[in-house]
């Protein structure tokens, strides 16, 4: 938190260890507050939390490293930087924690949650698998 300045410290919240049973709330909490998931991770596959915030309408803020970029389109479903770019990753939080960017934030993660549940929902998975077993069976 050292260098993170006096007036924006109070917006942020480092949390280790969350139930599952809350995430849905913490993600809401977050995305109601004007706050973001941010990841910086080093490598990733397809992360099930990034999937979970968006549908929660919790902007979401990664490194783009392994699977994120199938997930994430910067500034369409969400914000990438690349791994190690402090400046990078401090911007893309900076412009989607701004209050006067709000209508930005609004389209992102509208955006998001379209895209999940078009790809992660049940319905979609199922469509997905049936698919799939019909290719398999009817071979």
Request: proline content about 4%; glycine content about 10%.
């Amino acid at each position: 938190l050292g260098s993170i300045s006096e007036d924006r410290r109070r917006h942020f919240r480092f949390v280790r260890s969350v139930p599952y049973r809350d995430m849905p709330g913490l993600y809401s909490l977050a995305a109601r507050s004007g706050g973001c998931l941010v990841s910086t991770s080093r490598y990733e596959s397809s992360p099930m939390t990034f999937i979970e915030a968006m549908a929660c309408l919790c902007p979401v803020v990664s490194t783009d490293v392994g699977g994120v970029g199938e997930l994430i389109s910067d500034h369409v479903t969400g914000r990438l930087y690349a791994a190690g770019d402090l400046d990078g990753g401090v911007q893309a939080i900076l412009e989607t924690i701004e209050p006067s960017r709000g209508w930005a934030r609004q389209e992102l993660t509208r955006s998001a949650r379209a895209a999940v549940e078009e790809r992660h929902a049940m319905a979609a998975v199922a469509r997905k698998y049936r698919g799939l077993l019909e290719r398999v069976v009817g071979s």
